[in-house]
């Protein structure tokens, strides 16, 4: 009997307590879809099956032999353009990303954060952040570039130099006797 009392109370509990959590649940996905609305989330979504397009569009541009193709090749690169671009717009999709960008969002952000993260982005200076961040983003390739180009002869410089000492010191590679040939294996008369 006591037993039937527990589960009636861990029932009643739970009959409580779950509604309240399906409430807060909703309410945090409501704001995380209004925040995904404000950050223009589906406008980047856009941009980035653009520039996906546009990766394989240079791609197939860049492939050896692209400049020389007879009129059958051409039809067959033309016809792998559509069929792989067709493939970019039907899976990147807002609509099929939303759904994901939902949960990622909960799981990271708590309602508090997200609370934050709306008044920020709602505020001008969120929205001059979003609109000037590509701007931004394009200005911190270039930095990234700029060191890149700087680096790389360095590490050239480095990558020959190791290779020199490890060739100098790597172990003298045994002599192997040469093999006898056909004629020396023969007896001699």
């Given at each position: 009997m006591k037993?039937?009392?527990?589960?009636?109370?861990?029932?009643?509990?739970?009959?409580?307590?779950?509604?309240?959590?399906?409430?807060?649940?909703?309410?945090?996905?409501?704001?995380?879809?209004q925040l995904l609305t404000v950050m223009r989330t589906e406008r980047s979504a856009a941009q980035m099956k653009d520039s996906v397009s546009a990766q394989i569009q240079r791609m197939i541009q860049g492939m050896p032999g692209m400049n020389n193709l007879t009129a059958e090749q051409k039809r067959i690169a033309d016809d792998f353009q559509k069929r792989a671009l067709g493939a970019v717009a039907e899976t990147i999709t807002w609509k099929s990303m939303e759904?994901?960008?939902?949960?990622?969002?909960?799981?990271?952000f708590t309602e508090a954060e997200i609370d934050g993260l709306l008044a920020f982005y709602k505020s001008p200076t969120g929205q001059a952040l979003l609109t000037k961040g590509q701007d931004l983003g394009g200005k911190e390739i270039q930095i990234g570039q700029a060191r890149m180009a700087i680096l790389q002869p360095r590490l050239k410089a480095m990558n020959d130099d190791f290779a020199r000492q490890m060739m100098a010191a790597a172990p003298p590679r045994p002599t192997t006797p040469a093999k006898p040939s056909a004629a020396s294996k023969a007896p001699a008369k």
């Amino acid at each position: 009997m006591k037993r039937l009392h527990c589960w009636a109370a861990v029932l009643a509990v739970a009959a409580v307590v779950a509604p309240g959590a399906r409430a807060d649940d909703a309410s945090k996905a409501a704001k995380v879809q209004q925040l995904l609305t404000v950050m223009r989330t589906e406008r980047s979504a856009a941009q980035m099956k653009d520039s996906v397009s546009a990766q394989i569009q240079r791609m197939i541009q860049g492939m050896p032999g692209m400049n020389n193709l007879t009129a059958e090749q051409k039809r067959i690169a033309d016809d792998f353009q559509k069929r792989a671009l067709g493939a970019v717009a039907e899976t990147i999709t807002w609509k099929s990303m939303e759904p994901d960008y939902e949960k990622a969002y909960s799981s990271v952000f708590t309602e508090a954060e997200i609370d934050g993260l709306l008044a920020f982005y709602k505020s001008p200076t969120g929205q001059a952040l979003l609109t000037k961040g590509q701007d931004l983003g394009g200005k911190e390739i270039q930095i990234g570039q700029a060191r890149m180009a700087i680096l790389q002869p360095r590490l050239k410089a480095m990558n020959d130099d190791f290779a020199r000492q490890m060739m100098a010191a790597a172990p003298p590679r045994p002599t192997t006797p040469a093999k006898p040939s056909a004629a020396s294996k023969a007896p001699a008369k």
